[in-house]
């Protein structure tokens, strides 16, 4: 019976040799509001060149290496490979290894993080209302729409990829700790004052 | 002495089996032409993967759509404004790989968004994950997404 049933599961792994794609994968999802604002900031600075050059600068700071950029998009994308492994888990792949042979042991080694970052003008179409008087007596109002730039939005993600000691995947993420967002943004503010005041 | 043979056989059974599905899987030609995709024509999936919006802002266009990847919780690949290209990965326990590109229309007054994606090592080829990706888009870009026909 044993048998039967693995015979089974291998048939149907093959069966389904492609996988499907999760529904709410490209959906518009609540925590993806939440996510926009914790990885997005406002800057009242003049240009959208200025603002790129000093979020260049601090992905640099932090270590990352550059892989693409657009200017007239607003898109930088960086990344970097680091150390991945954690006390915790390998003292725990220890335990593993004492108990059921070297086999059992696997913890995570390396890890490839990537980070995009995008700016945008920040704009504000709020009404403006005017009513004024001419000299000859007429009034004329004005409520349009109109969309007035001020200042730019930058909104920076990262993500990463784990592999253990022996070369395998095993982790693929996005990164949604929002200290390390905070941080990011600080060390962003400091740049961009530094940027201004010409001491780099 | 009769149970092992009878194990013998099953394996060999399940053998055959296991072999004649595996060949049921596709040739190196078609997964690269992906010409057997579904039996779906490139017609049909041209009109999945495409809509219209009417603006003749390539740029805010492209900005539209990084946003929408973004707000989904894409990281950016690659942008390329002259040749209206954007590429995006979402890393979340599957890999899904999405390249979005925008030209203007045939009229001049429309963009035409073209979106793509790649789920793990398979295409997507399904409407319903366009559909959602579009109505994500459409309302980043305060503007209806049309069919093209």
């Not at chain 1, 291998?10 to 939440?34: S, T, Y």
């Not at chain 1, 700071?61 to 006390?87: H, Q, Y």
């Not at chain 2, 979340?92 to 979106?115: C, D, E, Q, W």
Request: charged fraction near 20%; hydrophobic fraction near 40%.
């Amino acid at each position: 019976m044993k048998k039967v049933i693995s015979c089974l599961t291998v048939i149907a792994m093959l069966g389904g040799c492609a996988g499907q794609i999760p529904p709410e994968a490209l959906q518009f999802q609540p925590d993806n509001l939440a996510n926009r604002q914790m990885q997005s900031r406002k800057y009242d600075i003049k240009t959208e060149k200025d603002l790129l050059s000093a979020s260049s600068n601090v992905l640099q700071d932090m270590g990352f290496n550059l892989d693409e950029s657009n200017v007239p998009l607003g898109v930088i994308v960086a990344s970097k490979s680091r150390d991945a492994t954690d006390g915790g888990q390998v003292a725990g792949a220890i335990v593993l290894g004492v108990l059921f042979g070297a086999a059992a042991v696997n913890y995570d080694k390396t890890q490839k993080i990537r980070a995009s970052l995008v700016t945008k003008p920040a704009a504000i179409k709020d009404p403006i209302h005017v009513s004024i008087a001419t000299k000859s007596g007429k009034q004329i109002k004005f409520d349009q729409p109109v969309e007035i730039s001020d200042g730019f939005i930058v909104r920076v993600t990262f993500q990463r990829l784990v592999w253990n000691q022996r070369g395998i995947m095993t982790k693929i993420e996005g990164v949604n700790d929002p200290e390390i967002y905070q941080e990011f943004y600080e060390k962003l503010s400091k740049s961009i004052f530094l940027q201004a005041q010409n001491v780099e | 002495m009769l149970n092992k043979r009878t194990t013998f056989r099953f394996s060999l059974l399940s053998l055959a089996i296991m072999t004649s599905l595996l060949t049921g899987c596709q040739t190196m030609k078609e997964r690269v032409l992906d010409s057997s995709a579904d039996g779906q024509t490139s017609v049909e999936l041209r009109a999945i993967q495409s809509r219209s919006f009417d603006t003749a802002d390539k740029q805010k266009t492209m900005r539209s759509v990084i946003a929408t990847l973004q707000d989904l919780g894409f990281v950016v690949d690659k942008a390329d404004l002259d040749l209206g290209s954007v590429s995006a990965t979402k890393l979340s326990g599957y890999a899904l790989r999405m390249t979005v590109s925008v030209r203007p229309g045939a009229s001049g007054k429309n963009m035409i968004v073209r979106a793509n994606a790649q789920y793990n090592i398979t295409p997507v080829t399904d409407p319903k994950p366009y559909q959602d990706f579009f109505v994500s888009l459409q309302k980043s870009m305060f503007l209806q997404a049309n069919n093209v026909d």
